[in-house]
């Protein structure tokens, strides 16, 4: 039942007239009934019900060739119904039971992983990214690929047409080597183009472990006839680790970073929230894409790569006992007296051992005393000699002959010279 009716059920309700001057005018009848004629009777007929009705004119000439192109016959027991509920991943039969005991279709789930929803996400703020850059910004598909290299937990994109082969290959790289869940959802009519690139994109049955893709359409109506027509999914965001998004205009091919003029919005913070419950409710009613029918290459054997081996270092109270050598000397008895020694404690005795003798005779080796620069080149007993000399000079300098004192005098001085030399 449409909310309309189900509204007008109410007793204090009351439903409000309207029309198309008015900014709460959505719903209206009379369009209802001229797409019914449209989608029935062709093109022709839909002109001869508005001049009839005087409907003002609501479609354009690209929406009627739109409409009529995909307008299908809806049948919901036929072959191709069945098909699209289960998707191209699911291979089992639709059940007869009625829900909530068993539903036509089964409900996919987030299984790879998905963050925690947090009551509070921090502050929002926006940043906003051109293209063409402006001056000093990056560009947008730089921005993106950043974005990408730097998720931890899980990436979850939504994307009308997803052929740019650069971003795909960004995300095989943080599924498979940083183990980072990513979710793709496309529109249906893109999934054909994203197909091929997967195939030159060289990809292995190891990316598949932690990426899942999914399709998905746009609104449906349904007429009286048995006929359904379906719009675009023309969404376009990613949502990052739970508190980053992006969303704007931008595809994720080459021609909308290199060609087209684009803009995206960063936000992180609360606002990411709203783009968490988009894109869970939009999974829930998404129909499985089966990669493996593409041809995949095995997965390659993992790179053994050596781990250095990370060595304990002693606390502070051990450090301080081994730099004190009466530990050493204590250990060093306990492990004597103790029971056996093994191998690795003699060792340690002996080496002990080796030092104290070194040490020993470092300490036994007479200390000489440093030379004076100019005895040099100096033989020993010259040495000697001028060690004398440079004595008596020095005295001969500092004392002054003196009669008047002591009676010290010339002939004095002269012996005691004398006396000098004749002990050299």
């Known amino acids: 039942m449409a909310l309309s009716q189900v ?17 709460g005018f959505f719903y209206s009848e009379e369009q209802r009934l001229t797409l019914e004629t449209l989608i029935h009777d062709g093109q022709d007929a839909y002109e001869d019900y508005i001049q009839t009705n005087n409907i003002r004119c609501f479609l354009s000439d690209l929406e009627l060739e739109s409409i009529l192109n995909t307008v299908e016959v809806y049948s919901p027991g036929s072959p191709d119904y069945n098909a699209e509920l289960l998707g191209d991943s699911d291979g089992e039969e639709i059940s007869l039971q009625y829900w909530p005991d068993r539903s036509d279709r089964s409900i996919p789930l987030l299984d790879i992983g998905w963050p925690d929803r947090a009551s509070y996400r921090g502050v929002t703020r926006v940043q906003v990214y051109t293209q063409p850059p402006y001056e000093g910004q990056s560009h947008i598909k730089e921005v993106v690929r950043k974005m990408i290299s730097q998720a931890q ?80 999914q023309s969404q376009k965001f990613m949502f990052i680790d739970g508190d980053k998004a ?28 709203t783009f968490d419950s988009l894109f869970q409710d939009m999974y829930v009613m998404s129909n499985g894409v089966c990669l493996s029918k593409i ?61 104290t003798e070194v040490i020993k005779q470092i300490k036994d080796t007479p200390v000489v005393p440093p030379v004076h620069p100019g005895l040099l080149n100096l033989e020993k007993q010259s040495q000697d000699d001028q060690v004398i000399n440079d004595v008596a000079t020095h005295d ?27 002990l050299s």
């Open 7 to 23: 509204q007008c059920l109410d007793d204090n309700h009351i439903n409000l007239r309207t029309n198309e001057s008015k900014p």
């Open 153 to 232: 937990k899980v990436i979850a994109i939504v994307m009308d047409l997803f052929t740019d082969i650069d971003i795909f290959k960004d995300l095989l790289d943080a599924s498979y080597k940083r183990k980072v869940s990513v979710y793709i959802m496309l529109e249906t009519t893109g999934v054909k183009h994203f197909l091929r690139m997967c195939e030159k994109a060289g990809m292995h049955t190891g990316h598949l472990k932690n990426m899942r893709v999914r399709s998905i359409r746009g609104a449906e109506f349904f007429s009286r006839s048995s006929k359904r027509v379906c719009g675009n």
């Open 246 to 273: 992006v969303s704007g205009s931008y595809s994720f091919t080459w021609s909308a970073s290199r060609l087209d003029r684009n803009l995206i919005t960063v936000l992180t913070g609360q606002a990411v929230d």
């Open 295 to 355: 041809n995949l290459s095995s997965e390659p054997e993992p790179e053994f790569l050596p781990q250095a081996v990370s060595t304990l270092l002693p606390s502070a109270t051990t450090a301080l006992k081994r730099i004190n050598p009466k530990y050493t000397l204590v250990s060093n008895c306990a492990f004597t007296t103790n029971g056996p020694v093994s191998d690795q404690t003699r060792a340690k005795n002996s080496t002990s051992k080796n030092l």
């Open 396 to 422: 001969h300098r500092d004392t002054k002959p003196d009669t008047n004192q002591n009676g010290w005098n010339g002939t004095q001085a002269s012996n005691c010279d004398s006396s000098i030399s004749s």
